[in-house]
Nanobody, 128 residues
Framework: QVQLVESGGGLVQAGGSLRLSCAASGRTFSSRQMTWFRQAPGKERDFVASISWRGSDTYYRDSVKGRFIISRDNAKNTVYLQMNSLKPEDTAVYYC?????????????????????WGQGTQVTVSS
């Protein structure tokens, strides 16, 4: 059974940092792009960042560029999101997802049905 388990969320003051992890089990995803999304209360789920299967290419939404860093460790089947200089508007549930296609050269937002697996999410709350 495939599982994606996010961790590392919590409550932090504005300007602080958190590091999210998404650990996959049940199969390896070293050939797949992995992506972080977030969903704030009452809002749609938004793309945050993605990383290519090689780990060499990344893509970020404009509002997190320069503050967030996505990375992956294929040996651990884990993707990370280092979040720095956090703002109250970063408050959301953060989800990781794995795309369906292997060895894709494209890295960036995809349609929802192009992701095969989703985690359950981890809450990030940034106080002002």
């Amino acid at each position: 059974q495939v599982q994606l388990v996010e961790s590392g969320g919590g409550l932090v003051q504005a300007g602080g940092s958190l590091r999210l992890s998404c650990a996959a089990s049940g199969r390896t995803f070293s050939s797949r792009q992995m992506t972080w999304f977030r969903q704030a209360p009452g809002k749609e789920r938004d793309f945050v960042a993605s990383i290519s299967w090689r780990g060499s290419d990344t893509y970020y939404r404009d509002s997190v560029k320069g503050r967030f860093i996505i990375s992956r460790d294929n040996a651990k089947n884990t993707v990370y999101l280092q979040m720095n200089s956090l703002k109250p508007e970063d408050t959301a549930v953060y989800y990781c997802a794995v795309e369906r296609v292997s060895y894709s050269d494209y890295v960036g937002p995809r349609k929802a049905d192009e992701y095969e697996y989703w985690g359950q999410g981890t809450q990030v709350t940034v106080s002002s």
